[in-house]
């Protein structure tokens, strides 16, 4: 569809709040997503994803997802580097984790490990 077209329809129907939030959205998973390529450290990729996760926990069900396989299925770190991590937090009390499945974020995790 033209251009035009679809300005003039957007304002007839008085649909630019739409426009703005999708348009919102996207930038906002763009964003997201450029933070997560760019990433320096497999520290700050594995900071992000614990946030990550715990966020989609809210809203979806993760309960059969374990925190090491959430984290592998989505970066190119290895196994026994994200097990690392995961247990040296766990022993700072950042985070809590049961059966392989993240709990919670106990305290403020560290931006450098």
């Known amino acids: 569809m033209p251009g035009e077209y679809a300005k ?3 304002t007839e129907k ?3 709040q739409d426009v703005a939030e999708v348009l919102a959205f996207t930038v906002h998973m763009m964003i997201y997503r450029d933070e997560h390529l ?3 450290t497999s520290y700050s990729i594995i900071r ?3 946030i990550e996760y715990m966020k989609k926990r809210e809203v979806s069900d993760l309960s059969r997802t374990g925190i090491v396989a959430y984290i592998q299925e989505t970066t190119h770190l290895s196994r ?8 040296q937090l766990a022993e700072g009390g950042y985070i ?4 392989g499945k ?3 974020i106990a305290k ?3 931006k450098n490990f």
């Open 8 to 10: 003039s329809i957007i």
């Open 108 to 110: 403020p995790l560290p």
């Open 96 to 99: 809590k984790t049961s059966n």
């Open 80 to 87: 026994s580097l994200i097990y690392n991590i995961i247990s």
């Open 38 to 40: 760019v990433s320096k």
């Open 48 to 50: 992000a994803k614990l």
């Open 14 to 16: 008085q649909l630019w």
């Open 102 to 104: 993240l709990i919670e």
